[in-house]
């Protein structure tokens, strides 16, 4: 049973960054796809961005597309989130996930998820 740890969030003003880490363990890694969702108060949980195996393949909400970028360290066990630009509409919970496939475009068959990281975005 893997288990995902996310670490990083905090507060920051508006335009600052944040980089979020999600480390696994006690299961496979490098062999799924991993990415990261987003839940505001009051919200659904909504999909941030994905990573392929390898991490050749990105993907990320148009929300997110060209301040967010997701990485991965296979040797590490660990996934990346670095946040750039934030913006208040940021504010949320973030969590890491494992999908139980090697590349997912919206990170679908989502098989284990971390506990959360609060992000909030001051103005």
């Known amino acids: 049973q893997v288990q995902l740890v996310e670490s990083g969030g905090g507060l920051v003003q508006a335009g600052g960054s944040l980089r979020l880490s999600c480390a696994a363990s006690?299961?496979?890694?490098?062999?799924?796809?991993m990415g990261w969702f987003r839940q505001a108060p009051g919200k659904e949980r909504e999909f941030v961005s994905a990573?392929?195996?390898?991490?050749?393949?990105?993907y990320y909400a148009d929300s997110v597309k060209g301040r967010f970028t997701i990485s991965r360290d296979n040797a590490k066990n660990t996934v990346y989130l670095q946040m750039n630009s934030l913006k208040p509409e940021d504010t949320a919970v973030h969590y890491c996930?494992?999908?139980?496939?090697?590349?997912?475009?919206?990170?679908?068959?989502?098989?284990?998820w971390g506990q959360g990281t609060q992000v909030t975005v001051s103005s």
């Open positions: 996930a494992r999908a139980e496939r090697p590349y997912t475009s919206q990170m679908e068959g989502i098989g284990s």
């Open positions: 990573i392929s195996l390898s991490g050749i393949s990105t």
């Open positions: 006690g299961g496979s890694f490098s062999i799924y796809a």
